[in-house]
T-cell receptor, first 115, second 112 residues
């Protein structure tokens, strides 16, 4: 199993540009999520999904869009990038049958810089 | 409101010394508690988790943590630190819902 994969590893954008961060998992996990990690703030939940066609907002959803058309993929879209979105982005997945006790598996992260 | 507090931003210990990283949580229901480790430039790896039963849980790499409900704490410990333990450590809380809350992290430096 490849686990959770993310592309790209690094990205530089100009203010106002749009882009999609890709996330895929091969563990057949129902739950997938996106976090951003900023210095001194830990990881904060952006959006999550409990299955194909079902998404919901986390703690910091503004400026981001998600969709889940398959179990495997959960892309994160930045509609109009802003410098405040400079961060490291992590995708994670887990089963949901354990009712929240299951381990979340994290991808290696995408380091995004918005100029 | 749900939250996790890690009061120590940075800790320095000598190799071979014992380690305790503090974590306090606020959660409105039965908490599920986790400790993750992040090496530089890497993703997060689960060290251990607690959701019921014995309040002292063992994890990987020789780490353990103790859940104390009365103190709303879930401190991470290791009896003898190795240089390879230098990393950032995150405490997190979740539950039967779908949201998950991380602390701000504690950076560990190990002195040879």
């Amino acid at each position: 199993n490849a686990g959770v994969t993310q592309t790209p590893k690094f990205q530089v954008l100009k203010t106002g540009q749009s882009m999609t961060l890709q996330c895929a998992q091969d563990m057949n996990h129902e739950y997938m999520s996106w976090y951003r990690q900023d210095p001194g703030m830990g990881l904060r939940l952006i959006h999550y999904s409990v299955g194909a066609g079902i998404t919901d907002q986390g703690e910091v959803p503004n400026g981001y869009n998600v969709s889940r058309s398959t179990t495997e993929d959960f892309p994160l879209r930045l509609l109009s990038a802003a410098p405040s979105q400079t961060s490291v982005y992590f995708c994670a997945s887990r089963r949901i049958r354990g009712g929240g006790t299951d381990t979340q598996y994290f991808g290696p992260g995408t380091r995004l810089t918005v100029l | 409101a749900q939250s996790v507090t890690q009061p120590d931003i940075h800790i320095t210990v000598s190799e071979g010394a014992s380690l305790e990283l503090r974590c306090n949580y606020s959660y409105g229901a039965t908490p599920y508690l986790f400790w993750y480790v992040q090496s530089p430039g890497q993703g997060l790896q689960l060290l251990l988790k607690y959701f019921s039963g014995d309040t002292l849980v063992q994890g990987i790499k020789g780490f353990e943590a103790e859940f104390k409900r009365s103190q709303s704490s879930f401190n991470l410990r290791k009896p003898s630190v190795h240089w390879s333990d230098a990393a950032e450590y995150f405490c997190a809380v979740g539950g039967t819902g779908n949201q998950f809350y991380f602390g701000t992290g504690t950076s560990l430096t190990v002195i040879p």
